[in-house]
């Protein structure tokens, strides 16, 4: 389907379109070949990833309180009979929310140390598009909660990323090379980011 203007000649719109093709066809092959993480179901065994280990999980009926903990391979969720998928996935984002930003607070202490940057406050939301974020006006680092399901060198490197913008707004070769001074390795990480668990191919970072 093509989107143009309404006046927009249909002879114009096909050459245009023509032109396009070679580009079309492979953003369209990228994306029949790109890996996908399947659909959450939330029952035993299934697969489930925290700071880049794979884990199993195990779901446990219980008239307590609902509560998730790690033991050894397997997440524990111990939830009440008949809990509804939304209300389990709830509690895991929540879960997984709480796991980040436990990790994440000595991480964003220590980079900011290095990078000679203080009282910047670190955020963790849902967000649908990006890694993270970095607001300058606020002085404050957002970081995606699906970031709780990375290695740890990736969840830095994303710390390191939007501090950068600290110094430099746009991914120019100015951001690159302040990046490049405090994680020299930052490209090679970043291309494992955008692999499965949740891999986001289009992503710019």
Known sequence: MISAPIRMRKDIIRVYTISKLSWIKKQREKLIKQDREPKREYLDKESHYLFGKRYLLKVVESKAKPFIHVKTSTIV??????TSKPKIKK????????????KTAKL???AQKKMGLTEIELGIRKMKTRWGSYIPGKKKVWLNTELAKKPIDCIEYIIYHELTHAFEKTHSTKFKSILSHYLPNWKEIRKRLNQLPTAHVDWEY
């Open 77 to 82: 969720l111990s939830i009440p009979k008949n």
């Open 91 to 102: 509690l895991i984002d929540e879960w997984y929310k709480l796991e980040l930003q436990q």
């Open 108 to 110: 964003m202490i220590n």
